[in-house]
């Protein structure tokens, strides 16, 4: 559920708090004594506040229209560089009072809806140009308001923790409300009535949905009566005339006589009403206030003033979750950490095992690794490993086993590792079988024929014959 959006309607004696969009709720009177200081006033709005759950969204700060003066001024032979500033010092023109003392809008003549899609016309943040020269001879209509008036409340309203977002005259927003949707679109004149003697005066060009001035005039008949006259001589439109307000019934039919009246309407609704709803629209953005006063010496303390909790709470997750991301790797280390003192201690266990009495070294795998080189010769399955026979034993064995009654030379008699290598001649191919055949006898030597070949004497053969022991060489006897 999205949170409640908030308009406070300020003023000298009385402040209200209305909930923006929601039309069966007027505003409610904040309660507080008649000489209560604007400190004292927020303070009591701000208790308020928190009995409805305010979480800090943004409010509309609506002002009376006692405290706004307004001016057309002509804007045409403005340059174009600095012309906020420069409309700032045309309007000041037009007032009694310095452009020190007060902060301004504008609607430029020549805009119509093109404000609302960009730059406000009368923000020179940039000190570039804000528009140029349109219809109606670049007129643009200026509203301002006292600093020393708004000032304090913003002051102390912020000292609470309220978010500002738009500063509109209260009349101005019902009456931007009211045309949008309609009900009074084709009134060339709305008056409003505000039930304390006072009318806010809206003149419009048909074509348009802006004012072009904006009166303060006492809401007697005669005055507005006289106001309207006026307008005709003029050569303004005046035709089509609204009237809204609790008291328009009792001035409907003087301004029916009016020759230059051609239609009044007549509704009875309440500005404060109308006003919340035209927050409603600023604060979600479907429309823009046709000035905004939240600006220059009234403006926010940074750009960012909009996204400045969801900024701070978005920092705060992205630091939670750092926080969290870190934990997790520490935690993931410790568990590495533990598992590799571990196999550590499993490494040295078993080197005190293969090796006991010396002292387990740095590198436990390159001296094991270097001990399993010097035993690769070995090889078998069991760790009973055969021992190995001596060589002389060997070539004993292999001397003793010669026959006695074949004739044979051997010329070449090389020893290697286990194995005997025999090479010499014999007379034929059968006295070499008879000499293999007696090398086998008991079954202790492994006896290879590797090679017999007939010599060129044809008197002899070349053989060569490969003796090794079999598995058992224990069966070697020395004699």
């Not at 340059?79 to 301004?104: C, D, H, K, W």
């Not at 102390?156 to 309609?182: D, W």
């Not at 009792?250 to 230059?260: G, H, P, R, T, Y």
């Amino acid at each position: 559920m999205m949170p409640a959006q908030y308009v406070i309607f300020v003023g000298d004696a009385d402040w209200y708090l209305g909930i923006a969009g929601e039309q069966d709720s007027a505003p409610s009177l904040i309660d507080s004594p008649d000489d209560a200081t604007v400190k004292q006033r927020a303070e009591a709005l701000s208790q308020v506040l928190l009995t409805q759950d305010y979480i800090g969204q943004s409010v509309v700060l609506a002002i009376p229209s006692d405290w706004c003066l307004s001016a057309t001024i002509k804007v045409n032979d403005l340059p174009r560089r600095n012309r906020g500033s420069a409309m700032t010092y045309r309007l000041e023109e037009r007032l009694p009072i310095a452009t020190e003392q007060f902060v301004a809008d504008f609607i430029l003549a020549d805009s119509g809806q093109g404000d609302r899609q960009g730059k406000n016309p009368g923000d020179d943040s940039d000190g570039d140009s804000v528009g140029s020269p349109g219809r109606r001879g670049g007129e643009a209509l200026g509203v301002c308001v006292m600093l020393d008036k708004v000032g304090p409340v913003i002051q102390a309203l912020e000292s609470h923790g309220l978010l500002i977002h738009s500063i509109v005259p209260a009349a101005m927003l019902a009456a931007q409300h009211n045309r949008e949707t309609e009900q009074s679109s084709r009134a060339d004149v709305l008056l409003w009535l505000d039930g304390d003697g006072w009318c806010d005066v809206f003149m419009f060009d048909a074509e348009h949905a802006q004012p072009r001035s904006w009166l303060r005039l006492p809401g007697d008949t005669d005055t507005l009566s006289l106001h309207l006259n006026m307008m005709s001589i003029h050569g303004l439109a005046c035709a089509n005339v609204t009237v809204l307000g609790d008291d328009s019934a009792s001035i409907q039919q003087v301004l029916a006589e009016l020759s230059s009246v051609h239609t009044v309407n007549v509704s009875t609704l309440n500005l404060l009403n109308e006003a919340a709803q035209g927050a409603a629209s600023v604060l979600s953005d479907r429309s823009r206030p046709w000035v905004n006063l939240r600006r220059g010496e009234l403006g926010a303390s940074g750009s960012l003033r909009l996204i400045k909790k969801p900024m701070a709470a978005a920092l705060c997750a992205a630091i939670l979750l750092l926080v969290c991301l870190n934990s997790v790797m520490l935690w993931r280390t410790h568990g590495y950490q533990q598992t590799a003192d571990k196999y550590d201690a499993r490494q040295r266990h078993v080197f005190q095992e293969v090796f006991p009495g010396q002292n387990v070294p740095q590198a436990i795998r390159p001296r094991l690794a270097s001990e399993q080189l010097k035993l690769s010769g070995l090889r078998g399955q069991s760790t009973n490993l055969p021992t190995r026979p001596r060589t002389l034993l060997l070539l004993h064995d292999i001397l003793n086993r010669l026959p006695k009654d074949t004739r044979f030379r051997i010329l070449e008699l090389s020893v290697r590792n286990d194995t005997v290598t025999l090479n010499g001649e014999a007379r034929s191919h059968g006295d070499i079988g008879d000499l293999a055949n007696a090398l086998r006898v008991g079954d202790v030597l492994e006896v290879d024929t590797r090679h017999t070949e007939q010599l060129r004497s044809g008197n002899s053969v070349g053989f060569m014959i490969v003796v090794s022991p079999k598995l058992n060489p224990q069966r070697l006897t020395k004699r």
